[in-house]
């Protein structure tokens, strides 16, 4: 099967990383990929928002499939200008991608299909949104309508910072993805990460995994892309996930095939959950980033059959996917100054070396220079990844990798899985 893989991130690497190992592959090139994509497969210089050329170059190679990784991608339309030329691809139309591309739709889609939600209001004005506050109580939830690199969040604990907030968000910080603003109640519990792979039809739960959002130890800080993830989360319960999968992945797949827009890809769930019931938080329309990575770590199935069918159909003609009895950890390195100013181009040295085989060092946001040398291109840098027989032993052997890797100009969160593991 030849693929092509569209994204140059963390989760983009780790995704190449896993279909490499594929039996049935043939053929996999990424574009435009990163420096630790390159040591898997091809990569060719083609953005992510560069549709038409991305097109073309699936139908140069012959692609079987296509695996887009970036959310950006799918609101500019790949997935249906690959669908006019019959190329398959693992990811939802622009229409179905509205799940995740407007908080607003998202919510009226939960209400129109009564998918627990928290209260919710939708405002396109500053006015309109500090009056709407009068209805919620602090803390306060402020997001951003449109995609911001997941840091279009902000809760407020008192008024004068929702409002300070609002004013940001529609004052332009996040340009058009900021135009509208969702005013939302606080849920309590944990959050967790859901996904499920989708053909339109049927829905297959894929892994959970628990993120940690904020930028520094403790839960302080700003909201950033994600600083790390650990798989499995103790939250997420036989019980939790049921729930889950009866009351918001299943209604939600057939919530989008009845308003004509059938749900092809992952769907990825943000939840909260308190005593076993779930709460939908948001919805994205692509794998999480770093829980992709942690996921990976601890798929035992071949990934390319599933992504495949989620594609073009026969997800229910597979079988369940197997899970290694394993944890997986991992902890995002990210360039000091993220997420507002992240210092880019410093050298980073040890990234190469054998950590053993438990241990997978992803690219996020690399390059190379004209000598060789390994530079910080981004604001998540690195993804170092480890698996083991317990939460703790995978944990300690992915901070063992992080300490051998030279970079000054970086920084990490550590205390990654601090909810499911003892201080100390």
């Not at 190679?61 to 339309?77: F, N, T, Y």
């Not at 803390?139 to 995609?147: E, F, T």
């Not at 035992?300 to 059959?305: G, T």
């Not at 597979?318 to 997420?339: H, S």
Request: proline share 7%; with cysteine.
């Amino acid at each position: 099967m030849n693929v092509l893989l569209v994204g140059s991130g963390g989760r983009e690497h780790a995704l190449a990383w896993k279909i490499a190992q594929s039996p049935a592959l043939t053929r996999l090139v990424a574009a435009p990929g990163n420096p630790g994509i390159e040591t898997v497969c091809e990569c060719r210089p083609v953005g992510v928002l560069e549709v038409a050329a991305l097109v073309d170059l699936a139908r140069e190679i012959a692609a079987d499939l296509v695996v887009v990784g970036p959310e950006a991608s799918l609101e500019a339309g790949l997935a249906d200008a690959l669908a006019e030329v019959g190329v398959p691809c693992f990811g939802p139309t622009a229409a179905a991608a509205r799940l995740e591309t407007s908080k607003a739709f998202s919510k009226a889609f939960a209400d129109r299909h009564g998918l627990p939600t928290a209260p919710h209001v939708a405002c396109d004005s500053a006015e309109a949104a500090r009056a709407a506050l009068d209805g919620f109580s602090p803390p306060y939830v402020i997001k951003a309508d449109g995609l911001a690199a997941g840091k279009g969040v902000v809760i407020a604990e008192d008024r004068p910072q929702a409002e300070a907030a609002i004013d940001d968000m529609l004052g332009g910080r996040f340009g058009a993805a900021g135009a509208r603003v969702v005013i939302e109640a606080f849920l309590t519990g944990e959050e967790v990460s859901l996904f499920a792979l989708c053909d339109g039809e049927t829905a297959v739960l894929f892994g959970a995994a628990q993120d940690h959002k904020r930028a520094y130890d403790g839960d302080q800080g700003p909201n950033t892309g994600g600083m790390g993830t650990y798989s499995p989360a103790p939250i997420a319960t036989p019980a939790a996930l049921a729930a889950a999968e009866r009351t918001l992945i299943r209604p939600a797949v057939q919530g989008m095939a009845a308003e004509g827009a059938p749900y092809h890809g992952v769907l990825f769930a943000g939840l909260m959950i308190d005593q076993d019931r779930p709460s939908l938080v948001e919805f994205n329309a692509r794998f999480g980033d770093p829980e992709c990575q942690v996921l990976m770590l601890r798929l035992a199935s071949d990934l390319l059959p599933y992504l495949h069918a989620a594609a073009a159909g026969g997800l229910a003609d597979l079988p369940p996917p197997q899970w290694r009895d394993a944890a997986a950890v991992c902890v995002v390195l990210a360039a000091k100054g993220y997420p507002d100013a992240p210092e880019k181009g410093s050298v980073i040295r040890g990234v190469a070396q054998d950590f053993g085989p438990d241990v997978a060092v992803f690219h996020a946001g690399t390059a190379r220079r004209d000598d060789g040398a390994l530079v910080a291109a981004g604001g998540r840098v690195l993804n170092v990844c480890a698996r083991g027989e317990t939460l703790a032993v995978a944990r300690a052997r992915a901070y063992a990798a992080v300490a051998r890797i030279d970079w000054p100009e970086g920084f990490h969160r550590t205390d990654i899985a601090w909810r499911a593991l003892p201080p100390g």
